[in-house]
């Protein structure tokens, strides 16, 4: 059973990485970047600017870089990227971005250019 677990978390962590990695791609369209943020993120960004996702996102510095590590706890994700730290959530639709371009801010929570409520 603790195989089965762990192919399991090592599938979820894969997954993980893979959409942190999609969003933070330099090459990335914004329309794709866009599908790929939590619903409730996309509504807080848009309701932000006061813009459309496609036209606000391209303008958020989104460094990327090679996934570093992965953190899964249930249906919550942190990736540490060379250049930044996505945080993400399980959805029906996969995994989904709740936020990006994130700061440490040493024991306070961490500072993002895109967050959801």
Known sequence: MTAALG???GLEEDDV???AGAFE??????ADRCVLL?????????SDESA????VIGQVPLPGGAVEAVAVFGGQA???LD????????TPSGWRVTAAACEPRGGLPYDC???GP
């Open 25 to 30: 791609d330099p090459a990335a369209a914004p």
């Open 83 to 90: 250049g930044d730290t996505v945080f993400l959530t399980e």
């Open 52 to 55: 459309p996702c496609v036209d």
């Open 78 to 80: 942190q990736v540490r």
């Open 7 to 9: 192919g399991c978390a």
């Open 38 to 46: 939590a619903p409730a993120t996309l509504q807080t960004l848009e």
């Open 113 to 115: 250019q895109v967050e």
């Open 17 to 19: 990485g893979r959409v």
